[in-house]
């Protein structure tokens, strides 16, 4: 059962406009959640994150909006670059876990393609 | 500041031989390290992490097991590999507690032929 899922799995935007990826999550247990953009053959690195008594997070291009009652987050990048191009990836994990409370469970990935 | 190493970065390895992948963090101490694997064109799927010296979870039932002999490393080991077993595999560290991105290292490609 895949609990979190990004159900577009690539993108393609004009350099300079918006790009809007999208994560929906099934557990609601679910209370801190993360964006990852990766590159081939290299590890993930860390965006952004977001903690559920919040609903906006901004950090220079990106900003994270969390809506907990549609179980539905999104990443916006503004504006877009070339260089933004690579794989995107949500996560979302659950203080309940206790100590391992940043396992991290992550969605299958959006392919973003900015064009010049 | 923090640092993950990972090694190596490619590995070509035939059926039934075994498996032993390295991952190393620099710059803490008593972090959380995590294996994640990533097959082809899916998402990353958590496969042990350890909140301390030999103390190992699993996540999934598999042909893997992880070693945390010291502090800051962790091992990644197979007796025989499987043709599934193929796969990106990424090692991460947090500094632990909670609301802490996980880092990652720059990953195994490891090719089962």
């Known amino acids: 059962d895949q609990q979190v899922k990004q159900n577009s799995p690539s993108l393609s935007v004009q350099e300079g406009r918006i790009s809007i990826l999208n994560c929906d999550y099934t557990?609601?247990?679910?209370?801190?959640f993360l964006w990852y953009k990766k590159y081939p053959a290299e590890g993930p690195t860390f965006l952004i994150s977001?903690?559920?008594?919040?609903d906006k997070n901004e950090d220079g291009r990106f900003t994270v909006f969390l809506n907990k009652s549609a179980k539905h987050l999104s990443l916006h990048i503004v504006p877009s670059q070339p260089g933004d191009s690579a794989v995107y990836f949500c996560?979302?994990?659950?203080?309940?876990?206790?100590?391992?409370?940043?396992?991290?469970?992550f969605g299958g990935g959006t392919r973003v393609l900015v064009k010049p | 500041s923090q640092t993950i190493h990972q090694w190596p970065a490619t590995l070509v390895q035939p059926v039934g031989s075994p498996l032993s992948l390295e991952c190393t963090v620099e710059?803490?101490?008593?972090?959380?390290l995590y294996w994640y694997r990533q097959a082809a064109g899916r998402g990353l799927q958590l496969l042990f992490y350890?909140?301390?010296?030999?103390?190992i979870s699993s996540e999934v039932p598999q042909n893997l097991s992880a070693s945390r002999p010291q502090d800051r490393q962790f091992i990644l080991s197979s007796k025989k590999l499987l043709l599934s077993d193929s796969g990106f595999y990424l090692c991460?560290?947090?500094?632990?507690?909670?609301?802490?991105?996980?880092?990652f290292g720059n990953g195994t490609r490891l090719t089962v032929t």
């Open positions: 991460a560290w947090s500094p632990g507690g909670y609301n802490s991105p996980l880092h």
């Open positions: 557990n609601s247990m679910f209370d801190y």
């Open positions: 977001i903690s559920s008594i919040k």
């Open positions: 996560a979302a994990s659950a203080k309940a876990l206790g100590a391992a409370g940043n396992k991290l469970t």
């Open positions: 710059g803490t101490s008593n972090p959380n």
């Open positions: 350890s909140v301390g010296i030999g103390q």
